[in-house]
């Protein structure tokens, strides 16, 4: 990276330290199953998203969740370890809540068409509704399968499940979200690169809708 991505990539980690004590669950995932594709072997880069989540049916219960849309803005960073392992996080928030998330990938299928990898993290919430004060402990894993449409273009899809632990003024249980994203990328190979995407996840309190676009740069 030049030393303008490597400022940009340094305020960015450092962004993550300084909100580490908070935490939303972001349902996006706005990367490809190859890992050299999202950012070389031991170098860094960084993006931001605009992103709305809205819970739909009976989302109100018990204060866990409440029936509006929330938009928020991401901030995104990837490192990579070598041509198959990298890891990521993102800080993302709009009032009344701020979150943070980490993940690695392994990529088990590498090839000119088609791509695939295993991905895990966990993520922290901490949101008020209404009178209530939230918090939200997220553990998920998942696949991503990339079809390469040509060295600037592909679409993944990427399907996730989500064990979350739920605290709130007056309840504490689990619930299971079972869902996943179709991601498009669009872009300069080594440059800037676009993600528009969409997602959908299920679970007993609530059905989410999630979209957005991202920019991210390598």
């Given amino acids: 990276m030049g030393n303008r991505n490597r400022s940009t990539f340094h305020m960015a980690a450092l962004l993550v330290l300084i909100l580490n004590a908070a935490g939303c669950v972001s ?22 998203t605009a992103t709305s989540v809205t819970p739909t049916d009976e989302a109100v219960t018990d204060d866990i969740y409440e029936d509006e849309t929330y938009t928020m803005v991401t901030f995104l960073w990837r490192y990579g370890f070598n041509e198959r392992i990298d890891i990521g996080g993102k800080v993302y928030g709009v009032t009344p809540f701020v979150g ?9 299928i590498e090839g000119d068409a ?67 994203t179709v991601t498009l990328e669009f872009g300069k190979e080594d440059g800037m690169r676009i993600y528009p995407e969409i997602g959908f996840y299920n ?6 809708l999630h979209y957005g676009i991202g920019f991210r740069w390598w």
């Fill in 203 to 208: 679970s007993d309190e609530a059905d989410f």
């Fill in 114 to 180: 088609f791509d695939a990898a295993i991905n895990a993290g966990a993520a922290i919430t901490e949101v008020e509704i209404g009178d209530s004060d939230n918090s939200y402990v997220d553990y998920f894993g998942g696949l991503l399968f990339t079809l390469n449409m040509s060295d600037t273009a592909s679409v993944t899809l990427a399907p996730k499940a989500i064990f979350r632990d739920i605290n709130t003024d007056v309840t504490d249980e689990t619930a299971t979200l079972v869902g996943g």
């Fill in 100 to 108: 943070f998330a980490l993940d690695s990938k392994y990529q088990f």
């Fill in 27 to 48: 349902l996006s995932n706005f990367q490809t199953a190859d890992v050299t594709r999202s950012v070389e072997y031991g170098s860094g880069g960084v993006g931001i």
